[in-house]
């Protein structure tokens, strides 16, 4: 069974630092793995995509990288500013015992940017 | 429009009540997504349609059940829930359920139940 973990589950730090989010799963047979982020009781926002024959995408401050074989990705952040505090989550997206296509989610990192 | 909507944003209801989730897309997605997400806790996928046929049900009790009238729309009727039954119900789509793809979340409707 997928498992997707993200270390560390909190995370504050001062605006304008670089930093880094970190995304963890057990098996490598993914398709592609999507950042999102979730603001506090809101939806989810996608982030970057990232196939699984790509080493990396960047859009603006965000940076994502991916290396299957040992089953990481991280998110890059430049230049951090408080509207960037939400909720980050990963998802990788495999195909399951029964042949169905399912995304499963990481626990997420609760990022604060402190003004 | 790169938007999913769903209403009502938040429903607050008994142990008896039947309602229903409304999900809405106008991006011609033919693959859409009910998911629950618990407080503090990731997604967890529900249903999925594809091309307004149930392709996918995580084992879901059957007090839920998704209904795909055409292909912008999906509801998810609610009937005699359990308190446990409080969450976040996210709705998602995208192009037509191919691995390739981004899914497009809508904001959720927040259900209580009392």
């Known amino acids: 069974k997928q498992e997707v973990t993200q270390i560390p589950a909190a995370l504050s730090v001062p605006e304008g630092e670089n930093l880094v989010l970190n995304c963890s799963f057990t098996?490598?047979?993914?398709?592609?793995l999507q950042w999102f982020r979730q603001d506090p009781g809101k939806g989810l926002t996608s982030l970057l995509l990232?196939?699984?024959?790509?080493r990396e995408q960047t859009s603006g401050r965000l940076n994502a990288s991916l290396d299957k074989s040992s089953g990481r990705s991280t998110l890059y952040i430049a230049a951090s500013q408080p509207g960037d505090s939400a909720t980050y989550l990963c998802?990788?997206?495999?195909?399951?015992?029964?042949?169905?296509?399912?995304?499963?989610f990481g626990t997420g990192t609760r990022l604060t940017i402190i003004p | 429009d790169t938007e999913v909507t769903q209403t009502p944003k938040h429903l607050v209801m008994g142990m008896t009540n039947k309602k229903s989730l409304k999900c809405e897309q106008h991006?011609?997605?033919?693959?859409m997504y009910w998911y629950k997400q618990k407080a503090k806790k990731p997604p967890e996928l529900m249903f999925v349609?594809?091309?307004?046929?149930?392709?996918i049900n995580e084992s879901v009790p059957s007090r839920f059940s998704p209904e795909c009238p055409n292909s912008s729309l999906l509801n998810l009727h609610l009937h005699a829930l359990q308190p446990e039954d409080s969450a976040l119900y996210l709705c998602?789509?995208?192009?037509?359920?191919?691995?390739?793809?981004?899914?497009?979340f809508g904001p959720g409707t927040r259900l209580l139940v009392l």
């Open positions: 998602a789509s995208s192009q037509d359920g191919s691995l390739q793809e981004t899914q497009y």
């Open positions: 998802a990788v997206r495999t195909i399951s015992n029964f042949g169905n296509e399912k995304l499963t």
């Open positions: 098996d490598s047979a993914i398709y592609n």
């Open positions: 991006m011609g997605h033919r693959a």
């Open positions: 349609y594809s091309y307004e046929k149930l392709s």
């Open positions: 990232i196939q699984s024959s790509q």
